[in-house]
């Protein structure tokens, strides 16, 4: 074969049609069809052990050129050719274990992959960190999303590290407190649209262009990249040896697409041999790729989405076809959790010291739901994915404390009234 015809490092594909780009292309869809993109990376012309060694090294090496970084550490498979990279660095957030929630959801041992442990609070660091770096890899001067919050936040602390322009569109009035704060002081420009998340995904998608701003969405092909060190990174914890079920809230579809393609590529490089069934859970009156699950993905389903938690309030998610490929290729599940459902299991997870915010606990509402409904088999393990800390959304539940004078016989009457309650 001559040099010319090689295949580069990377280069991105239309899950639609096909169509192939170069990977410094900007273009967030395809140019043909208008299809989603995907990143696909030439195998590593290293082993698999040789592969799992580099990864392991890093993860205990030194400061400094991402290794500390729980995305970068597996540079192989996420951006090869990358150099200049912008990172936090991010990543390297742990598997936690309570035996409270093992009780409260009736599995005997659930454990919670917390992604609010990252720089800003969210798992959408890891995509986020991919993306500025493609930003600035291809030139650009501005980066901009439409938010439910955490990418918002995300995007406006990348944006500010690599000096780039970034504008964020977020539902006025949808979003969490603690979100919109991070964004406006990390230096985005925001702007709150009169409408829903879907009206503010239509806007960006469709002014992008004309405004010259790189879009950083999950349709953004590199964001999907970063966001498969979830599963890179947990399988590691996990000694390469995969979980029978992974469980995790679904909006825009980003996660679940993002979870699908590092399966596959783990299997096909030979990492691992089993495929673990993913789960995703969405919120019952936000809850359109349920409806598409029900009948077989035969047609795309939109609704108005309602829901307690703003992070997964959409009802025209994004990525919705690599969502299906995913779920269809893991033999996985979509399942809907009512927000009474998700508040409780949120009370359960604060209660046992951890903590996350509402849109999180959607996934451990549907790990009890699954060994409620009997699917899980004995020894079966299973990995909920917690995607966003618990002050993103300090606002639920209400907490007002009840205000005392300062004596200690005050103090000592509220202690009785509040027992008595
Ligand atoms: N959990 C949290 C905390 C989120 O912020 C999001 C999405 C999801 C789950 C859903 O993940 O979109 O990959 O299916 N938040 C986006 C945002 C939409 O703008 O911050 P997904």
Not at 64 to 78: I, K, Q
Request: proline content about 5%; some cysteine; aromatic content about 6%.
């Amino acid at each position: 074969m001559s040099f010319s015809t090689d295949r580069p490092r990377s280069w991105q594909t239309c899950i639609a049609c096909g169509n192939e780009t170069v990977d410094i292309d900007p273009a967030t869809r395809c140019r043909q069809c208008g299809g989603l993109l995907e990143v696909r990376h030439r195998a590593p012309d290293i082993t698999r052990d040789e592969l799992l060694r580099r990864f392991t090294e890093r993860r205990g090496g030194p400061r400094g050129a991402g290794a500390t970084s729980g995305v970068w550490r597996f540079r192989e498979l996420v951006m090869p050719s990358a150099e200049l990279i912008v990172s936090h660095p991010e990543g390297n957030t742990p598997l936690l274990h309570r035996t409270a929630l093992d009780e409260y959801t009736g599995i005997p041992e659930l454990l919670l992959k917390h992604e609010g442990y990252n720089p800003t609070g969210s798992f959408k660091d890891r995509g986020m960190t991919v993306g500025v770096t493609q930003a600035v890899r291809i030139g650009a001067r501005a980066v901009a999303c439409a938010s439910t919050g955490n990418t918002a936040a995300s995007l406006a602390a990348y944006a500010a590290q690599a000096r780039l322009a970034a504008l964020v569109l977020v539902p006025a009035g949808g979003v969490a407190a603690g979100k919109l704060a991070q964004a406006v002081a990390y230096g985005a420009q925001v702007f709150a649209v009169r409408g829903d998340f879907d009206d503010s995904m239509r806007l960006v998608e469709e002014s992008g262009a004309r405004l010259g701003v790189y879009l950083l969405n999950s349709v953004n092909p590199y964001r999907i990249e970063g966001q498969k060190t979830i599963i890179l990174e947990l399988l590691q914890q996990l000694a390469w040896e995969p979980p029978a079920w992974i469980v995790v809230p679904a909006g825009n579809l980003g996660n679940l697409s993002a979870f699908g393609k590092a399966l596959r590529e783990l299997r096909d490089y030979g990492v691992i041999s089993r495929i673990p069934r993913l789960v995703g859970v969405q919120a019952a009156a936000a809850a359109p790729f349920a409806a598409g699950f029900a009948d077989g993905f035969r047609t795309r389903h939109t609704v108005r989405a309602e829901t307690v938690a703003s992070a997964i309030r959409i009802g025209n998610p994004a990525s919705w076809d690599r969502a299906v490929q995913a779920i269809r290729e893991t033999d996985g599940i979509v399942l809907t959790a009512t927000d009474d459902e998700i508040l409780d299991a949120k009370a359960a997870v604060d209660r046992a010291g951890i903590g996350c915010e509402p849109a999180s606990a959607a996934a451990v509402a549907g790990a009890r739901q699954l060994a409620r409904t009997g699917r899980i088999a004995p020894g079966e393990r299973v990995v909920a994915v917690l995607t966003g800390h618990l002050l993103k959304d300090p606002g639920l539940p209400a907490t007002e404390p009840v205000a005392i004078e300062p004596t200690v016989s005050a103090l000592e009457r509220a202690i009785d009234a509040a027992a008595r309650d």
